[in-house]
Structure formats: C-alpha cells, structure tokens
C-alpha cells in the first residue's frame, strides 16, 4: 500500500468532514476512496482528494439534489460554474416562490383573509356561445408556465386555418392544478369556422388530442390581474376573491374557473393587466 495514503481519518479531518459523510459519498459515487483494503475494509484516501470533498460538502449546503453533486464535481471547471448557476438560479426562483407562498398563508392562517380580497374589483360579463379549439392535458401547477403558452400557440396555429380567432384564449381547470393535483386543464381558443376547425383538428392526430367543442353563453364573475399577479401562488389570492364576492351576492358558481388571457404575454409587463380570473356564475 503506498505511504502517502491518508486513513479515513486523517483524511477527514484534513478536508473538514466526517468519517461518516466519507462512507455515504463513497457509498454515492461523489468521492471514492484511492484505496480499500480488501482485509480490513479500512478506505484510504489521498491528499489531492481534498479539495473535491470539500467541494462536495459545500454544495451539499446548498441543499443541492446529489444527482446534481455528481454533474457538477465531474464537470469541467467552465462548465461546472454554469450548472451550479443554471441550479442557483432555479432555487432562488423557488425560494421566491415559496414566500410568496408563506405570506399568502400568513394572511390566511391569521384571519386577514378578507382584507386580502379587498384589493380585487370583481365584475361580471356576459359571454356569448363561442366554438373553440381546445386541447386538454393532466398538468402539475410548475408545469403549467410551459404547457399553457405551448398549447395556445398550437391551437392558434389552428385558428389560423380555421377563420382566425373570434375571442380571447382562456384555460379551463375541470379539477385542481397544484403540485399535487394535476387537474385536468384545457386550453381554449374560440374559432370563427367551425367545420375548417373540426378538419384541422382531426388532422392532428392523438399527440395532442385537439378537438372542437361548443363552448355555451354563460355569465361570468372575474378580477383582473396583471402579468406578476399570474404566477403561482399569487393566483389563488385572485380565485378566492371571486369565490368570496360570489358567496356574498347569492349566487352560485356554475361552472369551472378559468385565466381568459386578453393581452400579448410577450410584450406585457409585470405591472400590465394580462389575464381574467374568472367563474362561470348564475
């Protein structure tokens, strides 16, 4: 065995770590030992290991998922900067987020649930019968910032051949949508001709199950809400809202919620009204 070889031991204490976080990245493939004694067991390690354990460990504190660990120790330093930037960047939009989250619970968990409502102006419209292209998927809520403008955009296209759009795109939860629950959603685009729309449709085929429906005249209940106000979970101040107003006037949701989008996403701005929150109501 070769001299320069540190125990487990010494070695741990050498990088600032412990002989046990040494078994379980040895055990994980993030460090493996330079020796094993194949008596004994005992690992021995290296003096040049040192810095990539400690490299492990800090990236370990960043709560970084140890597949992650992996791609980023055996990458190449230009490109192992750009995957723990690509990692950072996700966490910090998941951290802002979550509070977003919290101080909506916040608001709830202290009975100043009300005077959260307070800041939405709820009004009602009448809805004509429209014919829409539509396409209907089980979708997460982190899924929905790609899947909503991705099947707008197809059945846009759709419209294209089919008379062109008649009215604003909206999306319909026939169920739940939250990290847990994954609905389904349908994405809507109202159509000007019907039968070109149905031949557009069935061209499609079964990958994104397209299809034409009858959407009925119905009377609905809204709050506008500008583009920063869309994002998950500041939404569901905006639905509450309008459940909230419609219990107080009597009336009675008639229907699933849906986001009726009136404005260019694209060129909006995060203070800019972009989308209606709305409930079918009678």
């Known amino acids: 065995m070769d001299k320069d070889l540190l125990t487990i031991g010494a070695f741990a204490s050498r990088a600032r770590l412990s ?5 379980l990245y040895d055990r994980l493939g993030l460090l493996r030992p330079a020796y094993v004694d194949e008596v004994s067991g005992y690992r021995y390690y290296r003096a040049g290991q040192t810095e990539r354990a400690r490299l492990v460990a800090l990236l370990r504190q960043l709560d970084m998922p140890l597949a992650r660990i992996a791609e980023v120790v055996e990458a190449p330093e230009s490109d192992a900067a750009a995957l723990l930037a690509a990692y950072w960047d996700g966490a910090e939009a998941r951290f802002a987020s979550q509070r977003a989250l ?6 709830r968990l202290s009975g100043r649930s009300s005077e959260m409502y307070e800041k939405f ?46 009215g604003s795109p909206f999306v319909v939860y026939h169920a739940e949508v939250s990290v847990e629950s994954d609905g389904p959603a349908e994405s809507c685009v109202p159509v000007a001709d019907e039968a070109a729309a149905r031949v557009w449709a069935e061209r499609q085929g079964r990958p994104t199950g397209a299809r034409v429906r009858v959407e009925p005249a119905r009377r609905v209940a809204y709050v506008r809400i500008t583009k920063a106000q869309v ?10 809202a309008v459940e909230h107003w419609v219990a107080g006037q009597g009336l009675t949701v008639d229907g699933p919620c849906r986001e009726i989008y009136f404005a260019d996403w694209d060129a909006a701005g995060p203070g800019d009204p972009v989308c209606d929150v709305a409930f079918p109501v009678r």
């Open 231 to 240: 994002a998950h979970p500041q939404i569901l101040a905006a639905f509450e």
């Open 121 to 166: 102006v709820v009004e009602t419209a009448e809805v004509p019968e429209q014919v829409v292209l539509s396409e209907t998927r089980h979708v997460l809520a982190p899924e929905l910032p790609v899947w909503i403008p991705g099947s707008l955009g197809r059945l846009e296209q759709g419209a294209g051949e089919s008379g062109g759009i008649t």
């Open 102 to 107: 919290a101080g909506y619970l916040r608001g």
């Open 19 to 23: 002989a046990k976080a040494l078994r």
